[in-house]
């Protein structure tokens, strides 16, 4: 664990997390908990869709709708599912089971895995009040251990970090 | 040798560095933890963990499709 003299020296970095379908939930889980590893001070701020990823119980949907750079590995090649296909019933469902089974199949954390990771690794992690009034959540159904804030509790720790994505 | 063990084979990105680093804290200063992973990207990823967490990787070498890593605590 850090002592005090490297918290002062520590690098720190901000992710807006604004997205909370399977696939958008990867890039800021992957980043903010290696930076943690790597003795970052490591701040996110969900907002908007990114609000579900810290509900108690996770479901997140994945859809290969409007995607067109999705390809799936399929028979030794590649394949992309026209929008056509992917608004029929059942299809992103399927699509979705597809994508669970392949990560599981290449060794890809779970996203429950890393939020927990992201949780012992003391991450602060900031719900935006307002998209909780918007969307009607409660707190209760929120994991545990999370703040409450606005832009400018997110500005003030942005204006510090060394680097600060919105994803 | 070394003073603890990681089998991260089959793992893919991020979980060979978050586990190490999980066990890394574990250790006192000077002990050595021995990492095996099979995820190509882990090479250049140690390398860039270390280089940021002032940790010492010791070596980096491959033995077929596995990567072997050691790494210093300091």
Redesign the interface.
Known sequence: ?LDGDQLDNAKSMSIIVTKGSLDWAYPPF?LA??AA???LNVTMFFTFYGLPLLKKKLNMKFTPLGNPAMEMPMMGGHMAMPNLLSVMPGVGGMAGKMMKNLMAK????SIEDLRE?AVE?DVRMIACQMTLDLFEYSLDDMIDGIELGGAATYIEGAVKSDINLFI | MANAQLNAE??????P??K??KML?TLSAGDVLEISAT?PGSVADFS??CN??GNELLSSSSEGDVYKFEIKRT
């Open positions: 664990m992957i908990t290696t590893a790597m003795d290449k060794g890809v954390a990771a690794s | 089959g793992l893919n990105c991020p979980l560095i978050l190490a680093k804290k995820d860039a963990f940021q967490t």
